[in-house]
């Protein structure tokens, strides 16, 4: 207890993050249905969220080392706060698509100042203890975030507001904290190519991994609206996607730990296909839509995660930190294209299009795992399999320890 009171500043700044930076997305996507807005410019406003993220996780670490943690902080938490209170003010797709890079950044570099700040404190024994309770709290702010958008009214400068008031308030428990401030941890490098060369297959399950969670998380309300749900459901909808793929977890991390992580990889992706088709063709009723959600999120959330276990198998301890990084790269490249391709696709061809496009991705991670079981190699020393978050580069070294097992193998 006493160690987690020493984290409860951090802790309660990342729930108060989430209840903001979550409920932006849906929400902007049922404002921009609410304002007309086509189906193609809501799909730009959830890539350019990612494109923020990006250029976040770039910036941050060289801003705390420049200001320190809670002044960076400071500044990112601005950032978003600003992007929030200025969409009622302009009202228009591409500025806010703009704003929206603010969100992103603002994600990215607050993620990035906690995480470094946990890095710096945090000791080989207790560090378990502490990313459980840290990722409990994640989840628990992102499922909070989406029943929010059950009460914000679309297009409503009140309802910005409160996401505001919320960003805002995640600054007093970091930045009022009497805890002495860490130094800047190392900062790890961005070698892209690092994670081809010791897993081209998991670089392609990440790409779609991104391309089934940043499309649904950003694109989700716009289905949900097209298949007759009201905003209440909708916030239900998107609560039990997040549900299911927490749930996931447990069974995901057993079966990688005791099967070839390849073949668990082919028969998640089999699964995520079947769940796709009956998303798509299966939209009548809430019921119906409800259930669909909840096993497209058991389907398709384990993804990074045993991509990542599989990536990590064939690294060195000393790579672990950079290939978690290339890794999140990877995914936010997907990130950023996906909503918007989505987006088009809906546009072009109905509502079932966004499972059409995620199975497709899940077809060809299927086809390139058959193709890796004939030439791969297979490594019989494996890490332990680790939820990993997709929040800043620096959760690689976070997780680090966590990957390697009790014999010492890697």
């Given amino acids: 207890m ?15 993050l989430q209840l903001s930076t979550g409920g932006v997305g849906p929400l902007d996507a049922l404002s921009g249905i609410a304002l007309d807005f086509t189906v193609g410019q809501i799909g730009l406003l959830g890539s350019a969220h990612f494109v923020g993220f990006f250029i976040g996780c770039w910036w941050a670490p060289r801003l705390m080392g420049a200001v320190g943690h809670s002044r960076a902080f400071a500044a990112f938490t601005a950032s978003g706060a600003i992007g929030l209170i200025a969409h009622m003010t302009i009202v228009d797709p591409y ?19 906690i995480e470094g700040w946990m890095m710096a404190r945090l000791e080989n024994a207790e560090r378990g203890r ?31 507001n409160v996401l505001a008031i919320l960003c805002c308030a995640a600054l007093f428990p970091l930045t009022l904290t009497r805890a002495e401030q860490p130094a800047m941890p190392a900062q790890p490098r961005l070698r892209p190519g690092l994670a081809w ?16 969670a940043a499309t649904f998380r950003m694109i989700g309300p716009l289905y949900g609206k097209e298949v007759g749900l009201g905003t209440d459901q909708i916030a239900l909808f998107l609560s039990i ?15 990688a730990d005791k099967f070839d992580r390849r073949r668990v990889l082919i028969w998640i992706s089999v699964g995520a296909m079947l769940s796709c ?22 389907t398709t959330f384990p993804v990074y995660s045993v991509a990542a276990a599989h ?18 790269f990877f995914y936010a490249l997907g990130a950023i294209a996906a909503p918007w391709t989505a987006s088009q696709l809906i546009a072009a061809f109905g509502p079932g299009a966004l499972f059409a496009m995620v199975a497709v991705g899940h077809l060809a991670l299927l086809g390139f795992g058959l193709l890796r079981m004939r030439v791969g190699r297979v490594r019989t020393a494996r890490t332990r399999y680790v939820w990993a978050p997709r929040t800043s580069f620096i959760i690689g070294r976070l997780l680090r320890r966590a990957r390697e097992r009790e014999d010492g193998t890697a």
């Fill in 2 to 16: 006493r160690l987690l009171l020493t984290f409860a500043p951090l802790f309660l700044s990342v729930l108060l």
């Fill in 95 to 113: 500025a806010w698509a703009m704003m929206r890079v603010a969100s992103g950044l603002c994600v990215a570099g607050c993620y990035t100042v």
């Fill in 130 to 160: 502490v990313m459980g309770s840290y990722r409990i709290i994640d989840m628990g702010g992102s499922l909070l975030a989406q029943t929010m958008i059950s009460f914000l009214a679309p297009a409503d400068y009140v309802s910005y």
């Fill in 197 to 212: 060369a010791r897993s081209p297959l998991a670089v392609a399950a990440v790409i779609v991994s991104a391309l089934s």
């Fill in 241 to 255: 996607y997040i549900l299911g793929g927490a749930l996931a977890q447990y069974p995901a991390g057993w079966l």
């Fill in 277 to 298: 088709l009956l998303a798509a063709t299966t939209s009548d009723g809430v019921t119906m839509v409800m259930l669909n959600a909840a096993l497209f999120g058991f």
């Fill in 311 to 328: 990536a990590h198998d064939f690294a060195s301890h000393e790579e672990r930190a950079e290939l978690s990084a290339a890794l999140l």
